[in-house]
C-alpha cells in the first residue's frame, strides 16, 4: 500500500482522536499508546528520512552518505547514542542536528541559511526533512546505551556550560530550566515534570526523544524540545544547533548516560 | 620567576574552576535570535536573577541573600487606599489563563497569572499543579490588614519573604496590572470565592 495514504489515514485517525480529548488528560493518552501496542506512527517519517539520507540533495547533488556522525563517514547505526560529541575536523561538540547541519552545508553544498530556514514543523505540518533525518538517525540507535561522549576536554567544558544554562534565571518570569525540571515528583496542570538534576528523570526524558507527537501528529526532535522549553521560559528562539541547544542536550544525556536509548517515542 | 608562577596559578584556579555567569550569557546571546516581540535584551539578568542562578549544590551568600531580601520588600507599593481586594470572578480568569509574554502568545491580549500551573485553588478543579503549595481555602488563613499585606507581597514580588522562590514577579516584573493583582486577591480571600468553598 502507497506509504503517504497509510500516513494520511494515521494522521486523520489521530486528528479525530484527538478532537475527542477535550479535557488534556495523560489517562487518555495512557489508553491511546495502549491501543497502538508497539506500533509508532513515528515508523513513517523514519522511513522518509532513511530515503531522505541517501537521496542525492543540495547545489552539488549529493547524499548524507558520506556524513560522519561520529563512528565514521556513514555510520549510522548507533551513532546517535554517542551524541553529543567532540568533532576534531570542526573543533566543537556538535549534537546530531548541528551535526547534520555540518554535513548539508559541507556535502551539499547548502547555505546555513538554507539549513535554519525552517529546521523544525510549525503546528499543522507534516514534519521537516530534519525531522525525518533525525528520527530515522535516533531509530538506529534504539535499545543502545546512551554514553556522550565525555572524554575531550571540550565535551566536560560542554556540559557545565550545559549545567549553568540549565540554571539560568532571566525573562519577565525568572524562570530557568530548574524552575520546573529539579525536583521529583512535580507537574504543571496535570503534565508531570522530570526531575532532569537526577539520573532516572534524564534518562527518562533524553531516551524517549525524539518523539511522536499524538497531539500535533509530528515528530519532534530533542533540539526543539529545547527550543520550545526556551519559548515557555518566556525567552527568545533558540537556534537550532546552537551552542546552548547542544550544551543543554549535552547535559542531559550525560546526567542519563547508561540507560537504553527508546526512541522514537510516543507522546502526549 | 616565583611571581610567575604564582600569576599562572592563580590563573588557572580563576579560569579552569567555573563557567562564569557572562560566559553562559555570551553563549545565549550567540544562541538566540529575536522572534516576534521577544528581543535577546531579556537574557540579560538583573541581581535577583543572577544570585538566583547557582546551581542548589552551590551554598548561598547569606548576606547578600538578606541584602536582597530587604531590597525587594521595599520596592513592593502599597496601594495608597488600603484597597487590596478586585473581584473574584475576574481573578479566577487571570489564575487560568496561562497566556501572556511568550513568543507565540498575541502581544494585544492581557498576560494571564497561570496560578493553576503551579497551585491548587479551587478544590474542583482538578487539572492543578504542584510546584507550589495548595491555595484551596487560602481565605480561612485570616483576612487581617497584616495578611493582605502579606499576600499584595507576595504576588508583587515573591523574593521579599522567600529569595530565589521559583515564582514570578508578578507585580514587580510587570506581569500583571495592579487592578488584575487585586483581583487576584479576592480570588483568594473573598468568602464567595470557589477558592474557600467547603473541600468536596
Known amino acids: 500500500m502507497n506509504k503517504g495514504f497509510v500516513r494520511g489515514i494515521f494522521t486523520v485517525l489521530i486528528g479525530l482522536w484527538s478532537v475527542t480529548l477535550l479535557s488534556d488528560t495523560e489517562g487518555v493518552f495512557d489508553q491511546y499508546r495502549e491501543m497502538l501496542g508497539d506500533d509508532n506512527p513515528a515508523i ?118 550545559g549545567e549553568n544554562l540549565f540554571y539560568y534565571r532571566a525573562g519577565p518570569h525568572d524562570f530557568s530550566c530548574a524552575t520546573c525540571h529539579e525536583q521529583t ?23 524517549s526523544w525524539p518523539a511522536y507527537r499524538i497531539s500535533q501528529g509530528i515528530v519532534r526532535t530533542m533540539g526543539w524540545r529545547m527550543r520550545d522549553c526556551m519559548r515557555q521560559q518566556r525567552m527568545p528562539e533558540l537556534i537550532m544547533g546552537s551552542q546552548a541547544s547542544v550544551a543543554l542536550q549535552t547535559y542531559l544525556a550525560v546526567n542519563g548516560a547508561g540507560a537504553s536509548m527508546a526512541a522514537p517515542g510516543l507522546k502526549r | 620567576m616565583m611571581m610567575k608562577t604564582i600569576m599562572q596559578f592563580l590563573a588557572f584556579i580563576i579560569f579552569s574552576s567555573a563557567v562564569c555567569a557572562d560566559e553562559v550569557y555570551d553563549v545565549l546571546l550567540d544562541s538566540m535570535t529575536d522572534k516576534n516581540f521577544v528581543t535577546v535584551e531579556r537574557l540579560k539578568q538583573d541581581e535577583l536573577q543572577a544570585f538566583c542562578s547557582q546551581p542548589r549544590s552551590v551554598s548561598a551568600d547569606e548576606a547578600r541573600a538578606a541584602e536582597l531580601r530587604a531590597a525587594a520588600l521595599s520596592d513592593v507599593p502599597i496601594p495608597s487606599d488600603q484597597n487590596y481586594l478586585g473581584d473574584w470572578q475576574r481573578g479566577e480568569k487571570v489564575a487560568s489563563n496561562g497566556r501572556g509574554l511568550q513568543y507565540s502568545d498575541d502581544p494585544e491580549q492581557e498576560n494571564g497569572g497561570n496560578c493553576y500551573a503551579c497551585h491548587q485553588l479551587d478544590p474542583a478543579e482538578v487539572a492543578y499543579g504542584n510546584l507550589g503549595p495548595s491555595l484551596s481555602g487560602y481565605g480561612a488563613r485570616g483576612q487581617s490588614i497584616a495578611m493582605l499585606q502579606y499576600t499584595w507581597t507576595k504576588l508583587w514580588n515573591t ?42
Request: aromatic content about 8%; hydrophobic content about 40%; some cysteine.
Open chain 1, 44 to 161: 513513517f517519517v523514519i522511513f522518509d528520512g532513511e530515503e531522505i539520507w541517501y537521496a542525492p540533495a543540495g547545489p552539488k547533488s549529493v547524499s548524507l552518505e558520506q556524513c560522519d556522525l561520529g563512528l565514521g563517514p556513514g555510520v549510522v547505526e548507533g551513532a546517535y547514542a554517542q551524541l553529543p560529541r567532540y568533532f576534531p575536523d570542526v573543533d566543537r561538540v556538535q549534537d546530531v542536528e548541528a551535526r547534520l547541519e555540518y554535513c548539508m552545508t559541507q556535502l551539499q553544498g547548502l547555505t546555513p541559511a538554507e539549513v535554519h530556514e525552517k529546521p523544525y514543523s510549525l503546528r499543522g505540518d507534516l514534519g521537516t526533512e530534519l525531522e525525518a533525518l533525525v528520527a530515522w538517525i535516533a531509530d538506529q540507535s534504539s535499545g543502545l546505551v546512551i554514553a556522550p561522549g565525555q572524554a575531550h576536554a571540550k565535551e566536560r567544558a560542554t556540559y557545565a556550560l
Open chain 1, 185 to 207: 515528583g512535580r507537574r504543571i496542570r496535570l503534565q508531570a515534570l522530570p526531575n532532569l538534576t537526577t539520573h532516572p528523570g534524564a534518562a527518562e526524558a533524553y531516551s
Open chain 2, 159 to 200: 523574593h521579599a519573604y522567600n529569595i530565589c522562590s521559583h515564582m514570578p514577579r508578578f507585580g514587580a516584573a510587570g506581569i500583571l496590572t495592579e487592578q488584575q493583582l487585586r483581583d487576584v486577591m479576592a480570588f483568594l480571600f473573598d468568602p464567595q470565592s470557589p477558592v474557600n468553598r467547603t473541600q468536596p
